[in-house]
């Protein structure tokens, strides 16, 4: 049985979906006038996340996230750059699948575009209208959020108490401050669709709620975002679609929490503000940080909480990631022995009952890593026992059966390779041991070469120099592992 924290009750649920073993989810989705920064990677990868272990599940999912490709930032930034709309989001669009893709996030099923539903956003502009729950003023029409009784209702924000918050230097011509935007008319220059009202195009709220109901019906499971699209962009949502269907709009709102970047907001301001491919590219972070890498940092939270962002926690990503794919490592190697199973289908039912009981628990990663993590320590344990190659393997896909769910585990290789040192870097700042970002860190060639001079050392019974040189790895951070046939492998 799987519970969620709903939003909009306040409360965590049992999730019972409209039709059974079929879920229709809608996620909003970026709007493409420039690169993706981390929060909306947490984003994507949260409902990547429940997309995939509701399919583990069972379920059938129907799973549509839009791309908003008409805005004021979009006419901006082409303006800005001279081109079109229509190249301005384009190339955003497929820096958007580029980045995912880097990070392991599944494209949607369904993947709608404002621009391919202009008919859909005026018709339901029009029963709003017709329903007397908006009003045209000069070619805009505007929802009346007082003729809709709930409002506030997911956000649990009074309309009164919004009133008295409101800009003084609001648009006058509404009929009150929070009355928002359904269509605006163009200005010289802005791109424009036909409509009974004015040549012009919509508003932000209305677009998803004309593309979740025209994909998913008017009444659908679940319908999730970040925190920030709680007030008021879903407030609204509600407002304009139950206005309109007199039903029900999506009965499960699920949110994931801010990320914040060594403890303060993310924001340009602050200059801690960054993209993905900024992650992955700028020459300040180190080479060798893998989508996999931030993708176990971004699941390491739960994901309704505040999620903070540094260098150091990306560093305790990839040791923990070294210390799964040691494992596999292990796991790959001949079966010394005929050996057995010892303890190994215990060990693995206890893992899968605590997954998914973590998972069921509100999508809990975290807690799901922590069933993993004492997996692997199970393990660790065991081999030393002996495993034959049958249990090796079933071991193996264990881990890659659960990982999947989380998108972690899938590398046939991985390379053991400590974060290289940013000290000044300008992306950021961790505050770690000076000592410790001093350290320098040498070559495979240069580990290979003492790694050979210590088992000649030991081929002569010169324990002494072996031992110093194990000793000198040590402090470099290198792991040496001694094999039973006398020869010896390191990692970092």
Known sequence: MIKLYNTLTGKK???????????????????????????????????????????????????????????????????????????????????YYDDMGRLGVRPASIEPKATEHMADIVRLTE??????LAYQVDGDVYFEVAKYGDYGRLSKRKLDDLQAGARVDVDERKRHPMDFALWKSAKPGEPAWPSPWSQGRPGWHIECSAMSIRHLGETFDIHGGGMDLIFPHHENEIAQSCGATGKEFARYWIHNGFVQINQEKMSKSLGNFFTIREIFEKSEWPEEITGEMLRYFLLSTHYHGPLDFSDLAIREAKQALNGFYDLFTRLAEPAAG??????????????????????????????????????????????????????????????????????????????????????????LRAGLEEAAMAQSVPSDTDID?????????????????????????AAMGITIEDKPDGTSRWKR
């Open 13 to 95: 649920e049992e999730f019972v979906p409209l039709t059974p073993k079929t879920v229709r989810m809608y996620v909003c989705g970026v709007t493409v006038y420039d690169y993706c920064h981390i929060g909306h990677a947490r984003s994507a990868l949260v409902f990547d996340v429940i997309r995939r272990y509701l399919e583990y599940s069972g379920y059938r999912v129907e799973f549509a996230k839009n791309f908003t490709d008409v805005d004021d930032k979009i006419i901006k930034r082409a303006n800005e750059q001279g081109v079109s709309c229509e190249e301005v989001t384009a190339k955003f669009i497929q820096a």
């Open 449 to 473: 070469q003492k790694v050979q001079d210590r088992n000649a050392a030991r081929a002569r019974k010169d324990f002494r120099k072996a031992d110093e040189i194990r000793k000198e790895l």
């Open 338 to 427: 005929a050996g057995g199973d010892p303890g190994l289908p215990v060990s693995l039912e206890r893992t899968q009952a605590a997954f998914r009981s973590a998972m069921d628990d509100d999508f809990n990663t975290p807690v799901a890593i922590a069933a993993l993590q004492g997996l692997r320590s199970d393990l660790n344990k065991l081999l030393a026992d002996g495993f034959s190659t049958g249990a090796r393997n079933t071991a193996r896909e264990a881990f890659r059966s659960l990982g999947q769910v989380l998108g972690l585990f899938q590398l046939d290789s991985w390379q053991f390779n400590p974060i290289k040192d940013i000290r000044g870097s300008d992306l």
């Open 127 to 132: 029963t709003l209208i017709a329903k007397g």
